[in-house]
């Protein structure tokens, strides 16, 4: 099993760009997380999905769109990219039956907008 | 929401003391508190849990606690390791939401 993979690993871009970051889990996980770390503020909740066709907002969801047309994929955009979209994006999966349990981290994708 | 405050930032210790880290939440609805050990350029991995109808849990040297009353739960790490050195995030949270302290980053010198 390749647990969760996102795409691509490391980006660049201008202001006012767009893109999208792709999660993926082969462990048929029904919940998915988006998060973002920044230097000192530990891993900020930006949207999650509690099953295929579900999103939600979590702390900090201004300026990010998700999708989950797919009971693997989370995807997550960018419509017109901020400096201060610069961070590091982790994408999470995790199975959950009535308890919450582990979260299941990818490798994390580099964004840095200039 | 939830909002969860973590101390120390920042904690050095000789290697076989011991380490405490401390996390405080607001949301009496949190259920669930695991930590998560990131290494370097590393995704967090999960190094042990805790529900809310435990106090104390261990797992070899790593153990963790839970006062529900005061809203607040430590991991405490014995016999502390140059290989235990991470950055060591706690959370809290319920069935489909964790919220994450800031991180202490724990350096243990040889």
């Known amino acids: 099993n390749a647990g969760v993979t996102q795409t691509p690993k490391f980006r660049v871009l201008k202001t006012g760009q767009s893109m999208t970051l792709l999660c993926a889990q082969d462990?048929?996980?029904?919940?998915m997380y988006w998060y973002r770390q920044d230097p000192g503020m530990g891993l900020r909740l930006i949207h999650y999905?509690?099953?295929?066709?579900?999103?939600a907002k979590g702390e900090v969801p201004d300026g990010y769109n998700v999708s989950r047309l797919k009971k693997q994929n989370f995807l997550l955009g960018l419509e017109s990219a901020a400096p201060s979209q610069t961070s590091v994006y982790f994408c999470?999966?995790?199975?959950?039956?009535?308890?919450?349990?582990?979260?299941?981290f990818g490798e994390g994708s580099r964004l840095t907008v200039l | 929401g939830e909002n969860v405050e973590q101390h120390p930032s920042t904690l050095s210790v000789q290697e076989g003391d011991s380490a405490v880290i401390k996390c405080t939440y607001s949301?009496?609805?949190?259920?669930?508190f695991p930590w998560y050990k990131q290494e370097l350029g590393k995704r967090p991995q999960l190094i042990i849990d805790?529900?809310?109808?435990?106090g104390e849990k261990k797992d070899q040297r790593i153990a963790v606690t839970l006062n529900k009353t005061a809203k607040h739960f430590s991991l405490h790490i014995t016999e502390t390791q140059p290989e235990d050195s991470a950055v060591y995030f706690c959370?809290?949270?319920?069935?489909?939401?964790?919220?994450f302290g800031s991180g202490t980053k724990l350096n243990v010198k040889p």
């Open positions: 805790i529900r809310s109808n435990v």
């Open positions: 999470a999966s995790s199975f959950v039956a009535g308890v919450p349990g582990e979260l299941f």
């Open positions: 949301d009496s609805a949190s259920n669930y």
């Open positions: 959370a809290a949270g319920n069935f489909n939401k964790f919220y």
């Open positions: 999905s509690v099953g295929e066709g579900t999103t």
């Open positions: 462990m048929n996980h029904e919940y």
